[in-house]
């Protein structure tokens, strides 16, 4: 156990933790010893959710003292990794040895457990979010049992597993696909009229294996950036023109801390994140929401959206447009359906940012979105699980592997409320 003091916050600062207990456990066993010691208990990642997906006020574990496990399965085409893995690191260890994971998001710090279990994404209209590349999952139960899930022998529940919220218990190691290593180059063009991406929104998204469409809004104008697979084809269009110095995806804001651009080829994991692994984020003075909506409404919601750009611009950073191929997964918010996201970093003002979010919400409305589970939003808990078809299906699975509520906490309940 150790002392929580100071206050325990998350990354962006807008949330502090209420647990009564801090533990870091430094093996397994321990580990064990300490679920099935406490009758309430959540996992917390690298803090980077805006939600209180993680929050208690029980006890909360960090798995960031854990041994550190990257084992590559050549032949099987996986790797097995500890959840409080982060992205840069697994990253660092898979390319030397030749191999390379499909997707990234845009920042490499996040946890592979807490990314995976909150559904987060990176881009690509042929790729998945990252949860859909776990192939097995081991977990603490409740009694300290070892916990384990595969997709290809488990193929009734797996599904429900991986984007789970922690509600099923204490993630202690995923195993992941891989694929062979390869190299991205990046592009960025600039003053793209946000006309041209609603018109031709299929071409925009189909110009490489990664686009992230940003704009402020008020512009009526865009940036995208295009990361290209060196070993596939790459689409025709060029709109607006081309960016002869590195640019951040924030307007005016310096671009030393952005992954390499100029079309210069490298590896994967230094050219799919928007920020190099080596640059540390501190504290982010910002706020977050984003909405997954389906692919064939993308250019009605950007028409509706643009409609409250002038109500936007005081609080708004930025905003990101991508794209990402539906999966199977019951508590994915890209379930069922390919979808296109639609990002919003605010300035750090809660109170002047929850009206405009508000007004977002209600603009996207019609056109079914499901809120990213780490970020804000003020969609109720019924609207948002009335957009997953499985929702009662994962209710079901919480019932059966934490019959006691061990792993809930007020957002999971507020979404899945205890008979």
């Known amino acids: 156990m150790h002392d929580i003091s100071p206050p325990l916050r998350n990354w962006a600062g807008n949330l502090t933790y209420g647990p009564t207990r801090l533990h870091r456990p430094t093996t397994l066993d321990e580990l064990r010893r300490t679920v099935?010691?406490?009758?309430?208990?959540?996992?917390?990642?690298?803090?980077?959710?805006?939600?209180?997906?993680?929050?208690?006020?029980?006890?909360?574990?960090?798995?960031?003292?854990?041994?550190?496990?990257?084992?590559?399965?050549?032949?099987?085409?996986?790797?097995?990794?500890?959840?409080?893995?982060?992205?840069?690191?697994?990253?660092?260890?898979?390319?030397?040895?030749?191999?390379?994971?499909?997707?990234?998001?845009?920042?490499?710090?996040?946890?592979?457990?807490?990314?995976?279990?909150?559904?987060?994404?990176?881009?690509?209209?042929?790729?998945r979010s990252l949860a859909a590349a776990v192939r097995a999952v081991q977990l603490v139960g409740a009694d300290g049992d070892l916990v384990e899930l595969d997709r290809d022998r488990d193929p009734a529940g797996f599904p429900g597993a991986v984007v789970a919220l922690g509600a099923l218990g204490i993630v202690t190691r995923l195993t992941l696909d891989i694929e062979p290593a390869y190299e991205v180059a990046q592009r960025v063009r600039l003053d793209v009229p946000l006309d041209e991406i609603t018109a031709r929104l299929d071409e925009v998204f189909a110009a490489a294996y990664s686009v992230s469409v940003f704009t402020s809004w008020r512009t009526g104008r865009a940036s995208v950036f295009l990361k290209r697979r060196t070993d596939r084809p790459a689409g025709t269009w060029a709109g607006g023109h081309a960016a002869t110095a590195p640019v951040h995806p924030v307007p005016e804001?310096?671009?030393?801390?952005?992954?390499?651009?100029?079309?210069?080829?490298?590896?994967?994991?230094?050219?799919?994140?928007?920020?190099?692994?080596?640059?540390?984020?501190?504290?982010?003075?910002?706020?977050?929401?984003?909405?997954?909506?389906?692919?064939?409404?993308?250019?009605?919601?950007?028409?509706?959206?643009?409609?409250?750009?002038?109500?936007?611009?005081?609080?708004?950073?930025?905003s990101e447009l991508r794209a990402v191929r539906g999966d199977e997964l019951w508590l994915s918010p890209a379930y069922g359906r390919d979808t296109v996201t639609v990002h919003f970093t605010w300035v750090d003002d809660l109170a002047a940012v929850t009206p405009v979010i508000e007004a977002v919400e209600e603009r996207l409305r019609p056109f079914q979105p499901r809120p990213h589970w780490g970020k804000l939003t003020r969609m109720r808990p019924d609207e948002i699980v009335a957009a997953y078809p499985r929702a009662t299906d994962f209710a079901k699975l919480v019932e059966t592997m934490d019959p006691d509520g061990t792993f809930g906490n007020a957002f999971v309940e507020a979404l899945f409320p205890r008979v």
């Open 253 to 318: 804001q310096p671009a030393d801390n952005c992954t390499e651009q100029g079309d210069r080829p490298g590896p994967w994991h230094e050219r799919l994140p928007h920020f190099r692994p080596e640059y540390v984020p501190g504290s982010g003075v910002e706020l977050q929401s984003e909405y997954f909506l389906p692919r064939e409404s993308a250019a009605a919601a950007i028409t509706a959206l643009r409609g409250l750009a002038d109500m936007m611009a005081p609080v708004l950073q930025i």
């Open 36 to 127: 099935s010691g406490s009758p309430r208990i959540r996992a917390l990642g690298t803090g980077h959710s805006f939600s209180r997906a993680a929050d208690t006020t029980a006890e909360l574990v960090r798995l960031d003292r854990m041994p550190d496990t990257v084992r590559i399965d050549a032949a099987a085409g996986t790797v097995e990794v500890s959840a409080g893995t982060t992205y840069a690191h697994l990253a660092s260890r898979l390319h030397p040895a030749g191999f390379a994971l499909a997707n990234l998001a845009s920042l490499p710090h996040i946890s592979v457990a807490g990314s995976c279990s909150t559904g987060t994404h990176g881009s690509g209209e042929t790729q």
